[in-house]
């Protein structure tokens, strides 16, 4: 199966810029979606297609994809930006989507 | 506005059968596939289940495989997750979902459900 490997842990100060990495074989060949988690909240959506917007996300979020890393970047981070974040696609022929193991964004 | 309320949850003894029910609104619910995911106490994101907009495609993580079934009813505008024979490892909170498009196997999950808490223990 389709493995996506991301980072436990992440660590930035307010107003600097996260990356939040998702690697997988040749994952620019597929379609990556990121969500945010809050604690005690269900997941919400914050890019799809590698680098689109759901409206009410801020702009502070954009995403890329490219050889065998997707990231997501985030800008100017805020104290309420610190959340679990999780990278997911789909594993082609099987209909079964993968998800990454989690990064948990901590703002300093 | 799109809404999906989870229920049936609770505390269930090993080998027993919980049954999950997903209220959706907002949306028309036979233009959508869904899906069922759930997260272990502070574990990550796994999916469960997913079926297609009539119904008529289901798909099933091996590890629930056998033991759980996926359905719908599109005239109540609902999702099911039948679990049978539960173990002490499918603790977890159960989300429903829905994708943007009718069929498995593509999409982005938008939105979630506030999720049901499912414990197995004796």
């Known amino acids: 199966s389709f493995v996506l490997t991301q980072p436990p842990s992440v660590s930035v100060a307010p107003g600097r810029t996260a990356s939040v990495t998702c690697g997988g074989n040749n994952i620019e060949r597929k379609n990556v979606h990121w969500y945010q988690q809050k604690p005690g909240q269900a997941p919400v959506l914050v890019i799809y297609?590698?680098?689109d917007r759901p409206s009410g996300i801020p702009e502070r979020f954009s995403g890329s994809n490219s050889g065998n890393t997707a990231t997501l970047t985030i800008s100017r981070v805020e104290v309420g930006d610190e959340a679990d974040y999780y990278c997911?696609?789909?594993?082609?022929?099987?209909?079964?989507?993968?998800f990454g193991g989690g990064t948990k964004l901590i703002v300093l | 506005e799109v809404q999906l309320v989870e229920s049936g949850g609770g505390l269930v003894q090993p080998g027993r059968s919980l049954r999950l029910s997903c209220a959706a609104s907002g949306f028309i619910f036979d233009d959508y596939a869904m899906h069922w995911v759930r997260q272990a106490p502070g574990k990550g994101l796994e999916w469960v289940a997913g079926i297609n907009w009539s119904g008529g495609t289901v798909r099933y993580a091996d590890s629930v495989k056998g033991r759980f079934t996926i359905s719908r009813d599109n005239a109540k505008q609902s999702l099911f997750l039948q679990m049978d024979s539960l173990r002490a490892d499918d603790t977890a909170f159960y989300y429903c979902?829905?994708?943007?498009?009718?069929?498995?196997?593509?999409?982005?999950?938008?939105?979630w459900g506030q999720g049901t808490l499912v414990t197995v223990s004796s």
């Open positions: 297609y590698d680098s």
């Open positions: 997911q696609v789909w594993h082609g022929g099987s209909d079964h989507p993968v």
């Open positions: 979902a829905k994708v943007d498009t009718s069929g498995l196997g593509v999409g982005r999950f938008n939105p």
